[in-house]
């Protein structure tokens, strides 16, 4: 057993209103700077739709993440290490800024400059790479809340395995349906991108384990940029150096959520350590698609195991970090409940945030069944979910319905289990039955209802203290290292030459 | 100018001044900027020419280079290798096709370069500098391997020891004056190259990824203590 601790978190897509208000504090905090302009560190994409850059989860076409071909080994498929070479010199799978979009201001000046006319003048769009005017063809969410729904939601790389009727479903006239995905880089266990890296620039942090690119070792090779399955490793055109989020790092560090969990206005986000076996990595990265989200779990470690500790201990983990990983709401939710799954498992790199499948909205997708309690199956209006189930199975199951129908009939249970206590339509005996077919009780069902409905800033980010002064303080005299160091570079990051 | 002091010049003064500006500035832009340290890859702008430019002038100019790199540093096997005809010509046509090669994705590079009006904005004047640098560079190199055939032999015999002679500080041009025109050119601007090289692009080749094929595959760094 090598234990490691790592900063994960859980997104409850059932609270997202897809507001955007995560991606504007990252934009605001991280990438309003010249060469990051298209970046959305964090985006918020509309489901079914085609995402940001455009179809990233078609890896027939990008390429991205990991592939086991036969020989026992993970290999990267985007390149491997037979293809390094002539990839360096182009990556024919690399998304390039008109799979993203070409970012635009508007021409304000044009208001106040424009000479006398018999028109009002106009502030026209114009492109922030070449300056010249532009006509907008596409944004970071271009689809949001299915705009244009016949390019992007039916082009959704989701839908595969979707029978016709299902199809049509999705978007029948006055039925439609939806919901949000935010997005921001899963600080995988496995990452692709520090795998794929020539310059090995990227790297995981021991302590938390976020990843990182060091800017001073990136050279532009853009392997990262092709080999994250998510895309969020983004290229900066102008420094030429790869960025990506950073988890708020500096924050962290300072006890503060990052930026976009901070704002989210539907506090749907949770932020915690887990603890880790890092030597069932590869082992579990290989498994078959139906055992990867069980593989993943099994990586975990109860924090209240005292040979886990004792374990811990022995890798320096210190006890500051164990008791946050005791408290954290993430292995609740992944752990516990089991009511969190990954993003797309299959591409083999463990994402380490996870997400609540969404329920919403209630209502199935046969309108007589809608309001009928009566049925046998309790669960009738998840199985016949207006989301087909299968959708859901290939974004968060690796395929398969069975976590995804898990999560789902428990969450539905809780709420049964709610409603019978405080609105009392629904009988005890139906709602205790309801939690017994979810593998529920009613205690847990509680817990499950405070931490999503009543949690407070300190259930939901119970941040780590990460210690930096005393790991200084092990190599110099703090206030030697204060006068030494300082933000940012010697000569500033300049563009070379 | 007498041309004996033109070819001093020339041949002795400027590649001291080329090599040492290299060798200096490299180190100090090292140190200095190791941020500016970057390929600064355009594909991400512009990704259907590039493969059809990049690719072709690379691979050209990297045979290119390990050809004078090995004439330079092994001539002896060199002219081995050319004693048989049949092998002489494989090795000049295979020269000369990489020139071509390098030539033609130089042409694109600096099409692509000027047309499109995304890449235009992140090109340089040093780059425009250095591109019609080694654009003369690389059509005298053609035109050398073309009007002055069986450079390989010469340049292993002659030139190898002129520039032996030069990293040894004991310069001996006797091989160079002898030249045609077009070679002095050529060699005269490999120097100026050198010189420029620090204030360019071209510092990509120095940090081509090297640990990459053995490393492990996940990279940790852990901050304070070593990896348990
Ligand atoms: C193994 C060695 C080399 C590697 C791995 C390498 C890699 C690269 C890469 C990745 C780019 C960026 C291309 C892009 O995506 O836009 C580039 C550009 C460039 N390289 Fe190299 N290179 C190597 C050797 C050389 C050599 C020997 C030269 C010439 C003396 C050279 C000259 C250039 C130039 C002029 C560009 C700019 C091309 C443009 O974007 O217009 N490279 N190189
Ligand atoms: S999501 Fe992508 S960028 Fe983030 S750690 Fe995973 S592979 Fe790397
Ligand atoms: S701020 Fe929160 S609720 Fe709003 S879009 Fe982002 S994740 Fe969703």
Known sequence: ?497 | MNPHVLDQFLFIALPYVSLFTFLLMTIYRYRQQSFSFSSLSSQFLENKQHFWTVVPFHYGILAVTVGHLIAFLIPRSILAWNSHPLRLYVLEVSALACGLLTLIGLIGLMLRRGTTTRIRKVTSLNDWILFTMLLIQVVSGVGIALFHPWGSSWFASNLSPYLWSIFKLNPDISYVTAMPHLVKLHIVLAFLTIGFFPFTRLVHLLVIPNPYLWRKTQVVRWYGHPQK
């Open chain 1, 1 to 497: 057993m090598q234990v490691r601790s790592q900063v994960s978190m859980v997104f409850h897509l059932d609270k997202c209103i897809g507001c955007h208000t995560c991606s504007v504090a990252c934009k605001n905090v991280w990438t309003d700077r010249k060469g990051a302009e298209y970046m959305w560190w964090n985006n918020v994409e509309t489901k079914p739709g085609t995402g940001y850059p455009t179809k990233w989860e078609d890896q027939e076409k990008y390429q991205g993440g990991f592939e086991t071909n036969g020989d026992g080994k993970l290999h990267i498929k985007s390149t491997s290490k037979t293809k390094v070479v002539p990839n360096i010199f182009h990556h024919p799978n690399m998304p390039s800024m008109d799979d993203y979009y070409e970012p635009w201001t508007y021409d304000y000046q044009n208001l106040f400059n424009a000479p006398e006319g018999s028109d009002q003048p106009t502030a026209e769009p114009i492109s922030m790479i070449d300056g010249e005017k532009i006509d907008v063809q596409s944004g970071p969410n271009w689809d949001d809340d299915l705009g244009g729904s016949p390019i992007y939601a039916e082009n959704d790389p989701n839908l595969e395995g979707l029978t016709e009727q299902q199809r049509l479903q999705l978007s029948s006239v006055e039925r439609l349906v939806f919901f949000y995905l935010p997005r921001i880089c899963n600080h995988c266990l496995n990452p692709c991108c520090v795998a794929s890296c020539p310059s090995g620039a990227l790297y995981k942090r021991g302590e938390d384990g976020i990843v990182l690119i060091d800017q001073k070792k990136c050279r532009a090779w853009r392997s990262c940029v092709s080999a994250c399955p998510y895309k969020k490793t983004y290229f900066n055109w102008f420094t030429g150096k790869s960025e990506k989020c950073i988890l708020c790092f500096p924050r962290l560090e300072t006890g503060q959520a990052p930026a976009c969990f901070h704002s989210c206005v539907g506090r749907i986000r949770y932020l915690g350590v887990l603890l880790y076996d890092a030597e069932k990595m590869e082992e579990v990265a290989k498994l078959p698609d139906d055992e990867l989200v069980e593989g993943q779990r099994s990586m975990i470690l109860d924090p209240f195991d005292p040979e886990v500790i004792a374990e811990a201990k022995k890798n320096g983990i210190s006890d500051g970090v164990i008791e946050a990983a005791q408290d954290s709401p993430v292995y609740q939710f992944v752990m516990k409940w089991k009511i969190a799954l990954p993003p797309h498992i299959e591409y083999r790199t463990l994402p380490m945030l996870f997400y609540v499948p969404p329920m919403s909205p209630v209502q199935a997708s046969k309108p007589e069944d809608t309001i009928t309690h009566n049925s046998d199956n309790l669960f009738h209006d998840i199985d016949d979910s207006r989301v087909p189930m299968k959708f859901l199975a290939n974004l968060f199951g690796a395929g398969h319905e069975g976590p995804v129908r898990y999560a789902l009939a428990k969450q539905k249970a809780v709420r049964w289990h709610r409603r019978a206590e405080t609105v009392g339509d629904i009988d005890r005996e139906t709602a205790d039955r309801m939690l017994r077919e979810a593998n529920c009780t009613r205690e847990e069902a509680e817990e499950i209802y405070k931490l999503t409905a009543l949690c407070t800033f300190e259930d939901r980010f119970v941040i780590p203290p990460m210690h930096r002064e005393q790991a200084i303080e092990m190599m110099k005299e703090p206030h030697e290292h204060r006068e030494e160091v300082g933000f940012g570079f010697v000569g500033g990051p300049r563009r070379g030459l």
